[in-house]
T-cell receptor, first 111, second 112 residues
């Protein structure tokens, strides 16, 4: 079953606004990854996090690995039209091999 | 370009048939993952191989099977296809297990 809860499921914002989304779990994760998927394409890796408390930026994107190792958030500052897409979090459960994915956050931007 | 190659890009087949999807991982990557994405759904983990051996299994149906060959490419076999198997199938690869995984463009399977 689904082990990651990603929210919100969808967001409708104005161009220039900041965006925040997060993933939570009742389980401890060793790794958190954030991906973006555009229609008809494969997910593209945005940010990878490996340590609790780690804060990493990639341009206008910032992501953090929660201190409890059970959550992560992704922020996008000053959104632009090309930020439109579905954002997925993914994590590796402690002791497990596989990566599990959240259900995604669909981001729509009004110009 | 992620460096992960999936073929074919599109596949249309009839119910009851069998198909094979192919994935070539990035150069140097030993781990291959397969995911299924149905319309407007998330990514459902199917199976993972590392250096030719199965490492983790998700909600993969018994009608589905996969393998990773000595040259590290992988194939996902789907048999006795049903309408509900229509989906995007993604392959991803990483250097080690559950580290940064890079996705291919996917194979869109349509069962009619």
């Amino acid at each position: 079953g689904q082990q990651l809860n990603q929210s919100p499921q969808s967001m409708f914002i104005q161009e220039g606004e900041d965006v925040s989304m997060n993933c939570t779990s009742s389980s401890i994760f060793n790794t958190w990854l954030w991906y973006k998927q555009e229609p008809g394409e494969g997910p593209v890796l945005l940010i990878a996090l490996y340590k609790a408390g780690e804060l990493t930026s990639n341009g206008r994107l910032t992501a953090q690995f929660g201190i409890t190792r059970k959550d992560s958030f992704l922020n996008i500052s000053a959104s632009i039209p090309s930020d439109v897409g579905i954002y997925f979090c993914a994590g590796q459960l402690g002791g497990a091999q596989k990566l599990v994915f959240g259900q995604g956050t669909r981001l729509t931007i009004n110009p | 370009d992620s460096g992960v190659t999936q073929t074919p890009k599109h596949l249309i087949t009839a119910t009851g048939q069998r198909v094979t999807l192919r994935c070539s991982p990035r150069s140097g990557d030993l781990s291959v993952y397969w995911y299924q994405q149905s319309l407007d759904q998330g990514l459902q983990f199917l199976i993972q191989y590392y250096n030719g051996e199965e490492r983790a299994k998700g909600n993969i149906l018994e009608r589905f099977s996969a393998q990773q060959f000595p040259d590290l490419h992988s194939e996902l076999n789907l048999s006795s296809l049903e309408l509900g198997d229509s989906a995007l199938y993604f392959c991803a690869s990483s250097v080690e297990t559950a580290t940064e995984a890079f996705f291919g463009q996917g194979t869109r399977l349509t069962v009619v």
